[in-house]
């Protein structure tokens, strides 16, 4: 019998998802995959509950949720070979898509009998591990100010009523950005490491997981007008807000942002608002193994 654990955010998404976890373990118990079960109860507790079993000789850790608690259970996985087996449970799923790992649990579920490992290079924010992008402005103070209840019942509609607000008290905060020593200005920045931002908005066309550059995306005006078409090109044309000038992508290996303003600017690290300025983000030397399709298509 094969060992593993099953974390799971009972609070991501927009169903209670414990009977499902239970119906899923006893699933894989018959196909000889014994699977521990740990639903997390505060931020940072599937960072917690990895480093504390990793010990006890885990061949898998598997994870149920969103963004945010798929980062933090490969937070624990730095440092050791078990591969990741992520299960989409929140309202983007942006490293699932990123993988081709399909969108629904019971069908991702598969991918722990018949996923291959794939390298995922980590990165760092200071000393926070993070894998998809950190964002410094406006996607932080969304994500620190998002009602938890409106999320898990609404979906993206409760996301809706925490952007509009926020974006129209967004006040284009100066920002200093160093990239591999060089320096920019940006009132909006966004460090990436994926293709994908928001779902299936696409914010970065050159982004890889396993790369060891980022591509930093760098918003430097005030216009109200054209920060929302920066979104919009993000959503509509997958990309064209590069091709249409509405932001520039530099590429690298270290970057520092600073606030040129008298206040710290909030900073989120794969969809959590953890950290604000200045901050750090730097391409690491480890890697993690996440179980994807065997041809690269979804399963």
């Known amino acids: 019998m094969r060992r593993g654990v099953l974390i799971y955010n009972p609070t ?3 169903r209670d998802r414990g009977a499902k976890m239970h119906a899923l373990i006893e699933r894989m118990r018959a196909e000889g995959l014994e699977l521990v079960n740990a639903p997390t109860t505060a931020p940072g507790h599937a960072t917690e509950i990895v480093k504390s079993l990793l010990p006890s000789g885990l061949e898998v850790v598997v994870v149920c949720g969103g963004d945010g608690t798929v980062s933090e259970a490969a937070c624990g996985l730095v440092g050791s070979s078990v591969p990741l087996a992520v299960l989409p449970g929140g309202t983007s ?3 699932a898509r990123e993988l081709s790992i399909p969108l629904e649990v019971v069908s991702a579920a598969n ?5 291959v490992p794939r390298k995922i290079r980590i990165l760092y924010a200071n000393d926070r591990p993070f894998l998809l992008w950190a964002g410094v402005g406006l996607d932080a103070r969304i994500m ?3 009602s938890p209840m409106l999320k898990r019942w609404l979906g993206r509609t409760g996301i809706f009523f925490t952007v509009a607000d926020e974006f129209f008290r967004y006040e284009f905060p100066r920002l200093e950005v160093m990239v591999d020593g060089e320096s920019h200005e940006a009132t909006f920045v966004v460090v990436c490491h994926a293709r994908h931002y928001a779902g299936p908005w696409v914010i970065a066309p050159e982004a890889r997981l396993d790369s060891d550059e980022m591509e930093v995306l760098l918003f430097s005006e ?3 007008w054209r920060f929302l078409s920066l979104f919009r090109q993000m959503q509509i044309a997958r990309g064209g807000h590069v091709t249409r000038g509405l932001a520039r992508i530099v590429r690298g290996r270290t970057a520092t942002i600073r606030s040129l303003e008298s206040y710290p600017v909030e900073v ?6 953890v950290l604000e300025t200045p901050v750090t983000c730097r391409v690491g030397e480890e890697m993690i193994s996440i179980l994807a399709p065997p041809d690269g298509h979804k399963a």
């Open 144 to 146: 620190g100010h998002m």
């Open 93 to 95: 799923n942006v490293l």
């Open 111 to 115: 991918l722990l009998l018949e996923g």
């Open 222 to 224: 005030r216009n109200r």
């Open 12 to 14: 991501a998404g927009q």
């Open 268 to 273: 989120q690290v794969d969809g959590d608002c």
